[in-house]
């Protein structure tokens, strides 16, 4: 009678600071997120700034080994890649997604496989920028940091890493720069929007009824305010998890039923750290989505999405490795391997992998199928 009274008192006991956790953890999460978050942690130095827009710079790492999220141990290489690595993100994201975790992190991992690393930063654009379009991202702003990142490594030869739209600006700024570009890693880089899977359907069906409204009205997005398609943060954020919404559920279903584990709740905080996080689209851009992108289609055509473009797809030359992700709803396979037809390059190396549109950039399958390989093919190239 005694132990039974006793095993009950232990299991209330246990009950009650189990639950006094979960009553912090959800304080915490709630009103003070920022303390759990884990991201952003890789030490890098700004070296150029031109409004909105930033360039990182991530120097050696100081450690001699880094621990990855598997458990395993990775040696920092002694010697330097020869070409340096710049990483061109989307619009609209946050840089967290780069450096998610200290054990799962993109940035320090290819800092510790040698690579002289950038990472061009869109920063948050301000009403101010809504009359900036893609062209004014792959043709000036991304041209001019790259032209930085020549100057501080004194190379002249370069490697892109461009995830999304980084890798449509990736690709779009290759058909330009000629032999300034030595390789182009592009995950989940959008080019055919017709040809999407359930998306590129809706597309098609946009332009069909985009091409009698501009038949009977001479009206199209460009003809519009750009301010007036400006696409705040808040509604990119909402949209995206839109396209997997049973997926947010899961996620905080899982958060509420695990609020007694301080790790679960800090990792929890730090992917939602990104996802909440993201950045407006300016107007202008919004307006080449619609009509280059949406409706005319021009990358599935092989061209470039601006006014007067004097260099198309087949101008790119450079080594491809194409990434994407098989559960990928938002870049499908196919409509990113529709640049094969159009490009000249000779060495294109394809994977698809498990994912969806950020699980094939920071996710740990990631961490283990893809950086590798990605690293991997580069220094094989070097």
Not at 316 to 330: E, F, K, Q, S
Request: proline letters at 5%.
């Amino acid at each position: 009678m005694t132990s039974s009274i006793a095993a009950g008192r232990d299991f209330l006991g246990r009950q009650f600071e189990r639950n006094k956790a979960r009553l912090g953890h959800a304080r915490q999460h709630l009103f003070d997120r920022d303390a759990l978050v884990q991201a952003g942690q890789t030490p890098y130095d700004i070296i150029h700034r031109d409004g909105p827009v930033s360039l990182r710079y991530y120097p050696p790492l100081t450690d001699s080994e880094i621990e990855l999220a598997d458990g395993s141990v990775l040696p920092v290489a002694k010697t330097v890649q020869r070409t340096p690595l710049v990483i061109v993100p989307p619009l609209a994201v946050n840089m967290l997604v780069y450096d998610l975790f200290p054990e799962r992190s993109l940035v320090r991992y290819l800092r510790a496989r040698g690579f002289e690393l950038y990472l061009v930063d869109w920063g948050t654009p301000t009403r101010a920028q809504d009359r900036l379009d893609l062209s004014s991202y792959f043709a000036d702003l991304l041209p001019e940091a790259l032209e930085r990142v020549r100057a501080h490594s004194g190379k002249r030869k370069l490697s892109l890493h461009g995830w999304s739209f980084g890798g449509l600006f990736s690709l779009c700024h290759a058909a330009t720069a000629g032999a300034d570009i030595a390789n182009l890693v592009l995950v989940g880089a959008p080019v055919d929007y017709h040809d999407n899977g359930v998306l590129g359907e809706r597309y098609k069906t946009l332009s069909r009824h985009a091409g009698w409204v501009r038949r009977y009205t001479g009206l199209t997005a460009h003809r519009l305010p750009a301010a007036l398609l400006r696409s705040p943060g808040r509604l990119n954020a909402l949209v995206f998890k839109l396209t997997s919404p049973m997926t947010a559920v899961k996620s905080y279903a899982s958060l509420v039923a695990n609020l007694h584990d301080e790790d679960y709740v800090s990792s929890h905080a730090t992917n939602a750290a990104f996802l909440d996080g993201m950045v407006a689209y300016p107007g202008g851009v919004v307006q080449d989505f619609i009509d280059y992108l949406w409706i005319d289609n021009v990358l599935g055509q092989g061209q470039l999405p601006m006014k007067r473009a004097d260099a198309d797809l087949s101008d790119v030359a450079a080594p491809i490795l194409n990434i994407t992700g098989r559960h990928d709803v938002i870049v499908t396979t196919a409509c990113s391997q529709a640049m094969l037809r159009h490009v000249s390059s000779r060495d294109v190396t394809c994977r698809t992998l498990k994912g969806g549109h950020v699980g094939i950039v920071s996710s740990e399958t990631a961490m283990t199928e893809t950086w590798r390989e990605i690293a991997d093919w580069l220094i094989a190239r070097d």
